[in-house]
């Protein structure tokens, strides 16, 4: 049987922060040290709780892949989404083993469907051109580029897709 997608459980809330923190420690290795992002430090008040979404995957009861949702908070002044619902999707880690086969695009698209279930009209990201397939593979999820900053060392992408079209901006396809 194939794994199922299912939501997060509370008993689970430890194990999901445990995997996501060890994920993203090892795709970034320079964040060994740092501190668990609040966001996950706050895990049941963000993801259970509160505007957040968490969905997961298990394979016989092991966890081996997680994507979320938060609500956007307008850290970057180039991108104007003011007026419109609109969310960020991160933490999508999938256990290495399982990749390459379309557990992620599974796993998005049930985040997507929870999202439009929920009024969202737009779904951000940001990634990494050094994160290999990473852009590429957004594009095929719909997103589209909206910005690249010239930092030599991350060149953080910004990408989008609007769920609902008509509240997109009026300069947006």
């Not at 709780?49 to 994507?67: E, Q, S």
Request: glycine fraction near 6%.
């Amino acid at each position: 049987m194939p794994p199922v997608i299912i939501p997060p459980a509370r008993p689970a809330a430890e194990e999901i922060v445990a995997f996501t923190n060890t994920a993203r420690r090892d795709l970034f290795p320079k964040l060994a040290n740092s501190p668990v992002p609040d966001d996950l430090a706050r895990f049941p008040e963000v993801y259970l709780d509160g505007p957040g979404c968490c969905l997961t995957v298990r394979d016989h009861g092991a966890l081996i892949a997680v994507i979320g949702y938060l609500p956007y908070d307008h850290r970057f002044p180039q991108l104007d989404y003011r007026g419109a619902k609109v969310v960020e999707v991160v933490r999508l880690f999938v256990l290495p083993e399982y990749r390459r086969g379309g557990l992620a695009a599974r796993l998005f698209s049930a985040l997507k469907e929870h999202a439009r279930g929920q009024g969202i009209e737009c779904l951000y990201l940001h990634t990494h051109p050094f994160l290999p397939g990473a852009i590429a593979f957004w594009e095929r999820q719909g997103f589209e580029v909206v910005d690249v900053e010239d930092d030599p060392l991350w060149q953080t992408t910004h990408m989008h897709l609007w769920l609902k079209p008509s509240a997109a901006p009026a300069s947006e396809p």
